[in-house]
């Protein structure tokens, strides 16, 4: 997916195109995600879907859940899609930042091959 060390840096066209479609691919996988949390927090905690929405939102994004959990079956979801979003943050993360940190990293590796 990304250049070799041995290749020259890419040309910041084909640079920003490579990260305007990781950030697509993050983005995607929040909503898939939120996705995920809405139907169970409807579906077990029988919550608007507004009200799944906030609740999906804020384990999602590590903040931590707003209301409060009635059934046994919903605590079960939200314990189990806090766990699924804590990785999920990390790889969202990795996912958009993998672009601009490895050109960072080629262009310091390019510098030092020129000394």
């Known amino acids: 997916m990304f250049e070799h ?3 020259p ?4 066209k084909i640079f920003y195109r490579r990260a305007v ?3 697509v691919i993050g983005l995607v996988f929040i909503v898939f995600s939120l996705i995920i949390g809405m139907a169970g927090y409807h579906h077990f905690e029988k919550m608007s879907c ?5 609740n999906a939102a804020m384990i ?4 931590g859940p ?3 959990l009635q059934t046994d079956d919903g605590k079960l979801f939200a314990g189990c899609y806090a766990l699924y979003s804590g990785l999920a943050l ?3 993360v990795g ?3 993998a672009p601009i940190i490895h050109r960072f990293l080629h262009k310091f590796h390019l510098e030092d091959e020129d000394k």
């Open 5 to 7: 060390h041995s290749k």
């Open 9 to 12: 840096l890419l040309p910041r």
């Open 21 to 23: 479609r990781n950030v």
């Open 50 to 54: 507004l009200d799944a929405f906030v």
């Open 60 to 63: 999602l994004s590590g903040m």
């Open 66 to 68: 707003v209301g409060t």
């Open 90 to 92: 990390v790889a969202i």
């Open 95 to 97: 996912i958009i930042f």
